[in-house]
């Protein structure tokens, strides 16, 4: 599971890294709104934990940003403020938990724990369309008839679901997917996309995935 930490604390922020790191949480810190939305946009997080006083763009305003483009990550809201109506307004705008400072870790990680939980519907598949990635098997499925797909050719293709956009730039995708070996280029992404389309194709699939302009893409042939 990975996190992303908002908060303008510094010192706050990397000891609640350090302890959900210490819990088998992989986490990212920022230090104010602006940077926190940035992030969301090019990472993929599995739950957010956002002040909401923070310079640049407060953890309301954040919230209501990610809600209003249709991003159903889980969100826990920390804040100093703790008056009834501070909770209904970060509710109101889809938070899925408040916990007011000063707080223990032990309570944050709780919270997590079950935040995380109920966001879960089912983490053993991944659909897109027409399409079923199975997580643990790792095979593609659609209309009853499933192939089994290589470690890249599945992780390829779960980051582009994953993403909210359906698309990655190249460069992330070497990144994520083959962890910048050097022996690996456009060219080796350009071969895994060509072996997906053909399962795709003999599956009578809706979705292919195109590559151009060193951005890469799920769509939807009609």
């Known amino acids: 599971m990975r996190l992303l930490i908002a908060d303008d604390e510094i010192n706050l922020a990397r000891a609640l890294q350090a302890v959900l790191l210490d819990a088998g949480y992989d986490c990212d810190v920022c230090y104010d709104g602006k940077n926190a939305i940035d992030l969301i946009s090019q990472e993929i997080y599995d739950g957010l934990i956002l002040d909401i006083m923070m310079p640049e ?3 309301y305003e954040v919230l209501s940003l990610i809600r209003k483009q ?3 990550i889980p969100v826990l809201l920390l ?25 223990s870790t032990k309570e944050l990680i709780a919270r997590v724990k079950v935040m ?40 390829l293709l779960a980051m582009l679901i ?4 359906h698309a990655s730039p190249v460069w992330l995708v070497l990144e994520k997917v083959w962890q910048n070996r ?28 195109q590559i151009h302009e060193e951005k890469i893409e799920l769509c939807v042939n009609i």
């Open 57 to 59: 763009k407060n953890g």
């Open 70 to 72: 249709k991003k159903d």
């Open 79 to 103: 804040s100093a403020l703790s008056e009834v109506d501070d909770k209904i307004k970060g509710f109101d705008l889809g938070a899925n938990d408040y916990l007011s400072k000063p707080f």
């Open 116 to 155: 995380l939980k109920e966001n879960m519907v089912d983490d053993s598949y991944l659909q897109y369309q027409d399409i079923l990635l199975n997580k643990k098997e790792e095979t593609l499925a659609c209309k009853n008839i499933k192939y089994q797909l290589s470690t890249y050719e599945y992780s």
């Open 162 to 165: 994953k993403m909210e956009s």
């Open 182 to 209: 050097v022996d690996v280029n456009v060219k080796t992404v350009e071969l895994y996309i060509s072996y997906l389309n053909r399962k795709l194709k003999a599956l009578q699939s809706c979705v292919s995935i």
